[in-house]
C-alpha cells in the first residue's frame, strides 16, 4: 500500500525488482532512514545491535536474550543467518526463507530456538 509506494518513490526500494530494500538489514542506521522515509523524521527511533556496529554474534545474541529477559512484552527484528524473523517476547513470527522446502519456522516457536551465538547477526527494536 502506501508504505511500499513512498519507498519506492523515495528510492528505498530497488527499482530493478521492486522488491528489495537498498539498506543491509544488520545496518541500524539504513533501518533508521526506512522508518523515517515511511513515518517521518524524529517519530520513531531504531535501536539494537549489529555485527555492523563491530558486535560479535555472541554479543549480539547475548543483547536478545537480555532484551526479552528484561523486557518480555517487546516486539523487534532478528537477523538470523541472513534471514529476518519478527518477534513477541520469546514468540517468532516468520514468514520462511525463500527456498526452504521446510517452509516458516513455526508460528510462537521460542526466537531463542532459532538464534544462537554463531548465527545471530543483528537485533533492532522501534521505540
Known amino acids: 500500500g ?6 519506492y518513490e523515495k ?5 530493478d525488482d521492486g522488491v528489495a530494500v537498498n539498506v543491509g538489514i544488520n545496518d541500524l542506521n539504513g533501518i ?6 515511511i513515518v517521518g523524521e ?12 563491530g558486535l560479535s554474534t555472541l554479543k549480539v545474541n547475548d543483547a536478545l536474550e537480555d532484551l526479552i529477559e528484561k523486557n518480555p ?3 523487534g527484528c532478528v537477523r538470523i543467518n541472513g534471514h529476518s524473523i519478527l518477534f513477541y517476547g520469546n514468540q ?3 514468514t520462511g526463507k525463500p527456498g526452504n522446502p521446510y ?13 544462537n ?11
Open 42 to 53: 524524529n517519530k520513531l527511533y531504531v535501536e539494537g545491535f549489529s555485527i555492523n556496529k
Open 32 to 37: 533508521q532512514r526506512l522508518v523515517d522515509t
Open 117 to 127: 551465538e554463531k548465527n545471530t547477526n543483528s537485533i533492532y527494536i522501534l521505540k
Open 11 to 15: 528510492g528505498m526500494i530497488n527499482k
Open 103 to 115: 517452509g516458516p519456522r513455526k508460528y510462537g516457536s521460542k526466537i531463542t530456538d532459532w538464534a
Open 2 to 7: 502506501d508504505m511500499y509506494k513512498t519507498l
Open 73 to 75: 512484552s517487546t516486539a
Open 92 to 94: 517468532t513470527y516468520d
